[in-house]
């Protein structure tokens, strides 16, 4: 699986680990064929972090700065609102970390925010049969939803399932009530009631049924978290140790931030379990270079709405989006799977 080149990164400060990683990257990668976002990718890298806070602050915000990287995590990672009950906001996402952690609910949160948008603009049944009425439904939410998890939703759930929903919202809540679950705490339960298990483990961050339909063009790169107990002799106590698995990885200032809301998770457990966090380890399918992600962006906002295709209501121009190929051809694979659903719950 890992190839014939040693794989194993290891580093005392995020600054080394990713120094190490994009050299690595850079040596034994390889172009891709896409000119017009050219990058180097590896494939397969386990990094580890030697996690020492005394020592280690000096390292550890080699791309953005310690306010940036709050800025990030307050925003995109420990935030507090669930999707249905974004209106209005700042910034549009397809996902968010806290949303796939804390409010883990397999997409029903997408479904209800779904229903109750079509509710407020005046929608008790849905009847779509062109793509301009897709288009229409844009225009009316996209200060609220991005566009393409309201397409992904369609697509998913098909006609007769949202009128369903349409006319039965509580159904919708109560599944929401029963497959919601914040993975983070019930992994620091599982280690407190257990300390010895293996089991303290995340389920997958990408929705398997939503992300596979490939229509919200980003899902979550971040796959499981696991913590494990590990036992120090030397002091006879036992520590935490955890582990991810991440799809890909770029070795830069995104990386900076995948580990940040690792190292974050892991003061959580710490502080839940008084337990030490002493390692940190990421399992990388592909590590990615690409000279283009540190030159262009120029604020931690621009850099996290670029990286998730996310967007600002005020900045987007919705005319433009809407007569886009790439809409056009998503309208067009909704418009049949919402008439033909095979992808409902």
């Not at 910034?91 to 997408?110: L, N």
């Not at 009425?133 to 992904?152: E, F, G, M, Q």
């Not at 914040?182 to 389920?203: C, G, R």
């Not at 270079?289 to 987007?316: H, K, M, W």
Request: proline share 4%; with cysteine; charged share 15%.
């Amino acid at each position: 699986m890992f190839g014939q080149k040693p794989t194993l990164l290891e580093a005392a400060t995020v600054t080394e680990l990713l120094q190490k990683a994009q050299q690595f990257t850079i040596k034994n990668g390889h172009a891709s064929q896409d000119t017009a976002n050219p990058e180097i990718n590896c494939h397969a890298a386990t990094l580890t972090l030697t996690i020492d806070f005394q020592t280690n602050e000096k390292g550890r915000y080699p791309y953005w700065d310690k306010s940036s990287e709050n800025w990030y995590l307050k925003t995109f990672v420990t935030s507090k609102i669930p999707p249905e009950l974004i209106r209005n906001a700042d910034m549009i996402f397809p996902y968010t970390y806290g949303w796939r952690s804390q409010f883990y609910d397999e997409g029903w949160g997408y479904i209800l925010q779904t229903i109750k948008l079509l509710k407020e603009n005046g929608y008790e049944n849905l009847t779509i049969s062109h793509a301009e009425d897709l288009a229409k439904l844009v225009s009316l939410t996209y200060t609220s939803i991005h566009p393409n998890v309201l397409l992904s939703v369609l697509a998913w759930q098909g006609e007769k399932n949202m009128h369903t929903f349409l006319t039965n919202i509580s159904f919708v809540e109560h599944q929401l009530t029963s497959h919601r679950i914040n993975t983070i705490k019930h992994v620091s339960d599982h280690l407190q009631e257990q300390p010895n298990s293996s089991f303290a483990i995340t389920p997958s961050l990408t929705y398997g049924a939503f992300d596979h339909i490939h229509l919200t063009s980003h899902a979550p790169a971040y796959q499981t978290f696991q913590a494990l107990t590990i036992l120090n002799k030397d002091i006879n106590a036992p520590s935490l140790e955890t582990i991810h698995h991440q799809k890909s990885m770029y070795v830069d200032g995104s990386g900076q931030l995948d580990i940040a809301h690792d190292l974050l998770w892991g003061q959580f457990l710490s502080q839940r379990t008084g337990m030490s966090h002493t390692k940190l380890t990421i399992f990388v399918n592909e590590l990615k270079f690409s000279s283009a992600n540190t030159s262009t962006a120029t604020s931690i906002e621009q850099a996290l709405l670029a990286s998730v295709n996310g967007y600002q209501p005020r900045n987007f121009d919705l005319s433009t989006f809407l007569e886009s190929p790439s809409f056009r051809h998503k309208a067009q694979v909704t418009l049949e799977a919402y008439l033909h659903a095979k992808h409902a719950a």
